[in-house]
């Protein structure tokens, strides 16, 4: 199975800064990457689909780049809202599998 | 409005068996991809299964020979049957809508214990 590694397992930050988060495959997965985003009791919600797509109705702050083994995700200006835990997920092939998983606190 | 609601999570004993549900609106489970997510307690996401629209399935192997994904067509639903339970399944379990994941449910809590 392909293993997802994100970096850092936690971050703090503060209300208008830049974070970003990376995600490395163990092998190479084209552009076949995913990231989610999920609150505390909740469901994850899709952000960002193909590695640098950006899902409907997502705010601009975000975005995804990456191809073959490194990806990474930035939020341009962090807004409380945002503090949750992000992970990456690859769709290359199965079994699909996930990162760890990034807490973002607040600092 | 498209949604997935699942339902059928409970309390268990080990090697007992059940089945989850999750009931779409808004699109067609067989025309989609579908799949099961798990998240043990404090922990990440799992990916637990998906069936492909022309019906050719795929498992995690925590769960290959015990689970089962199916859909009925006519009821627009999706279930994944659990035999052979264990404390290690102890999870809430999401359904979502597939390739990329774009459509989740609530999540139904699964607890396997004696």
């Known amino acids: 199975a392909i293993q997802m590694t994100q970096s850092p397992s936690s971050l703090s930050a503060s209300v208008g800064d830049r974070v970003t988060i990376t995600c490395r495959a163990s092998?190479?997965?084209?552009?076949?990457l995913c990231w989610y985003q999920q609150r505390p009791g909740k469901a994850p919600k899709l952000l960002i689909y193909?590695?640098?797509s950006l899902h409907s109705g997502v705010p601009s702050r975000f975005s995804g780049s990456g191809s073959g083994t490194d990806f990474t995700l930035t939020i341009s200006s962090l807004q409380p809202e945002d503090f949750a835990t992000y992970y990456c997920?690859?769709?290359?092939?199965?079994?699909?599998?996930f990162g760890q998983g990034t807490k973002v606190e607040i600092k | 409005e498209v949604q997935l609601a699942e339902s059928g999570g409970g309390l268990m004993q080990p090697g007992g068996s059940l089945r989850l549900s999750c009931e779409a609106s808004?699109?067609?489970?067989?025309?989609?991809?579908m799949s099961w997510v798990r998240q043990a307690p404090g922990k990440g996401l799992e990916w637990v299964s998906v069936?492909?629209?022309?019906?050719?399935?795929y498992y995690a192997d925590s769960v290959k020979g015990r689970f089962t994904i199916s859909r009925d067509n006519s009821k627009n639903t999706l279930y994944l049957q659990m035999n052979s339970l264990r404390a290690e399944d102890t999870a809430v379990y999401y359904c979502?809508?597939?390739?990329?994941?774009?459509?989740w449910g609530q999540g139904t809590a699964v607890t396997v214990s004696s």
């Open positions: 808004g699109f067609t489970v067989n025309i989609n991809y």
């Open positions: 092998q190479g997965i084209r552009t076949d």
């Open positions: 997920l690859q769709g290359y092939n199965h079994p699909r599998t």
């Open positions: 979502a809508r597939d390739p990329d994941m774009d459509v």
């Open positions: 193909a590695a640098s």
């Open positions: 069936i492909y629209s022309g019906g050719r399935t």
